[in-house]
Nanobody, 124 residues
Framework: QVQLVESGGGLVQAGGSLRLSCAAS????????MGWFRQAPGKEREFVAA????????EYSDFVKGRFTIARGVAQNTAYLQMNSLNAEDTAIYYC?????????????????WGQGTQVTVSS
């Protein structure tokens, strides 16, 4: 079993930055692929970014590419999502997820564990 706890969300002005953190416990962190997803009101959950267990492969959705960076700190058992140049369309609840499977990390169905989410609100 894996427990995931997100932090770092909040209110920021358009053009600003936030860094989300996802602390993992309960299983060897280095064996897990990590992903970030988000869900805005009235919309389905969508893929944001993913990083594989070794950190050698990163994937991004088109709408965050060049603005967001996913990383993992093995010593801290934590995954991060650095978000820059935020705009109002980035407003959502952001969820951290972990999986033991391999392959593309874009599908939410491939993840075994989920955090409770952290709210990000961007004011225009």
């Amino acid at each position: 079993q894996v427990q995931l706890v997100e932090s770092g969300g909040g209110l920021v002005q358009a053009g600003g930055s936030l860094r989300l953190s996802c602390a993992a416990s309960g299983r060897t962190f280095s064996s897990l692929d990590m992903g970030w997803f988000r869900q805005a009101p009235g919309k389905e959950r969508e893929f944001v970014a993913a990083v594989n267990w070794s950190g050698s492969r990163r994937e991004y959705s088109d709408f965050v590419k060049g603005r967001f960076t996913i990383a993992r700190g093995v010593a801290q058992n934590t995954a991060y999502l650095q978000m820059n140049s935020l705009n109002a369309e980035d407003t959502a609840i952001y969820y951290c997820a972990a999986r033991t499977a391999s392959g593309s990390g874009r599908s939410a169905r491939g993840y075994d564990y989920w955090g409770q989410g952290t709210q990000v609100t961007v004011s225009s």
